[in-house]
């Protein structure tokens, strides 16, 4: 073998493997990308929370009847997914007319946390204007709240606008 061939040959496995680890590093990306998007659909319930359709616990600071829907979001300070969906939450209290949020912390309300027997963050309690518990669950991204406020929003309880 000649020394042109040589570098030749040499040149375009050079070539090829730089074309394969940048296709590999594309093809990791793609499977982030993917991971958010398979994501559970749907609020789930975690065994915790009050009952749906009975009345919400009596949390004092809260009045359910200045809304059609009261929105309740337990957070914890410790929480990386409460601190990503509290502020798309606010954007949608913004949009609906409807909907009061309320958020409560751990670490400043933990008696509230215990009335409405909840242990995990974030978990969200939709609460119509009677007091009566429409819908609630852990929501790990954005897209379940708004699907558990609309599946709220629809209860035979609740008027929608």
């Known amino acids: 073998m000649t020394g042109g061939v040589w570098i030749a040959s040499y040149v375009l496995l050079w070539v090829a493997v730089v074309v394969l680890g940048l296709s590999v590093a594309v093809l990791l990306r793609q499977i982030g990308v993917l991971h958010t998007r398979v994501a559970p659909m749907g609020v789930h ?12 616990p009596d949390a004092g600071a809260f009045d359910y009847g200045t809304n059609d829907l009261t929105l309740m979001a337990f957070t914890s300070p410790t929480c990386e997914l409460c601190e990503q969906l509290v502020p798309g939450l606010r954007r949608i209290e913004s949009s609906y007319d409807e909907v009061a949020l309320r958020t409560v912390s751990s670490e400043a309300d933990s008696q509230v946390f215990a009335r409405f027997k909840v242990r995990s963050t ?6 119509d204007r009677e007091g ?30």
């Open 45 to 56: 319930f975690a065994g915790e929370g009050p009952d749906k359709d009975l009345p919400a």
């Open 122 to 127: 974030p978990y969200l309690v939709a609460i």
């Open 132 to 161: 009566i518990v429409r819908s609630r669950g852990v929501a790990n991204t954005l897209d379940q709240a708004e699907e558990m406020l609309a599946e709220a929003l629809q209860s035979p309880g609740t008027s929608s606008s």
